[in-house]
């Protein structure tokens, strides 16, 4: 599957059905988004296209240390939104929270000698 339309088409299914699942029930939307999806396709993806297993380990083992400080957004934002910022300025403040974290998380995993 090199094809990038096919990529970026399925890519979107998922996106549009996490959406449209969220509308109906935030359970399974969240487990829905939660899954690692766009993760196991990028591994079958980076696989097909240069059957390195070293370059999936690779790409597998940073998304593990990179998935914790994505996780600041999924705690600041609900905050935020329930003390009553408004959604635009609460997403924002989150997205800035996470970059920060990513900036923190690289300099912490170098002091301790972890390459991404």
């Given at each position: 599957?090199?094809?990038?339309i096919?990529?970026?088409?399925?890519?979107?299914?998922?996106?549009?059905?996490?959406a449209?699942i969220?509308k109906?029930?935030?359970f399974?939307g969240?487990?829905?988004?939660s899954l690692?999806?766009?993760?196991?396709?990028?591994f079958i993806?980076?696989?097909?296209?240069?059957?390195?297993v070293?370059?999936?380990?690779d790409?597998s083992?940073?998304?593990f240390?990179?998935v914790?400080?994505s996780l600041?957004?999924f705690?600041?934002?609900?905050?935020?939104?329930?003390?009553?910022?408004?959604?635009?300025?609460?997403?924002g403040?989150?997205?800035?929270?996470?970059?920060?974290?990513?900036g923190?998380t690289?300099?912490?995993?170098?002091?301790f000698?972890?390459?991404?």
């Amino acid at each position: 599957m090199s094809n990038p339309i096919l990529k970026v088409l399925l890519s979107a299914v998922v996106i549009v059905a996490v959406a449209e699942i969220s509308k109906r029930s935030s359970f399974w939307g969240g487990l829905l988004a939660s899954l690692p999806l766009t993760s196991l396709l990028a591994f079958i993806w980076l696989y097909q296209d240069t059957h390195e297993v070293q370059k999936v380990a690779d790409l597998s083992w940073s998304i593990f240390w990179l998935v914790l400080p994505s996780l600041v957004l999924f705690v600041v934002l609900p905050v935020l939104l329930k003390r009553g910022v408004g959604f635009h300025p609460a997403l924002g403040f989150s997205v800035l929270a996470m970059l920060a974290a990513y900036g923190a998380t690289v300099l912490v995993l170098r002091q301790f000698h972890i390459k991404l």
